[in-house]
């Protein structure tokens, strides 16, 4: 099983950036898909998520109308784009899925938001 991260970087404050989640060995489409993101020191916090059909997404009140989740499922990949970043989104960035008890996290890509 692999969910690997890609997309992040740093940007300046106001820009944009789009995280890919690329996951292989298991069902995609049968797993819910989230996006949490950690600083150091606190705890890992959910950021966005999507259910198996993409019908419903769901948002942190910290980035609702800047953030969008969406999912390729002939493609097994899920996405974060994020626009107008702000130097409080700066953390590591994690891709989930989960399915009932099954759980399986990426290994994180950092967004740093700076000018």
């Known amino acids: 099983v692999q969910l690997v991260e890609s997309g992040g970087g740093l940007v300046q404050p106001g820009g944009s950036l789009r995280l890919s989640c690329a996951a292989s060995?298991?069902?995609?489409?049968?797993?819910?898909m989230n996006w949490y993101r950690q600083t150091p020191g606190s705890k890992r916090e959910l950021v966005a998520g999507?259910?198996?059909?993409?019908?419903?997404?769901d948002y942190a009140d910290s980035v609702k109308g800047r953030f969008t989740i969406s999912r390729d499922n002939a493609n097994n990949v899920v996405y974060l784009q994020m626009n107008n970043l702000k130097p409080e989104d700066t953390a590591v960035y994690y891709c989930?899925?989960?399915?009932?008890?099954?759980?399986?996290w990426g290994q994180g890509t950092q967004v740093t938001v700076s000018s």
């Open positions: 989930h899925a989960r399915w009932l008890a099954s759980e399986y």
């Open positions: 999507i259910t198996v059909d993409g019908g419903r997404t």
């Open positions: 060995g298991f069902t995609f489409s049968a797993y819910d």
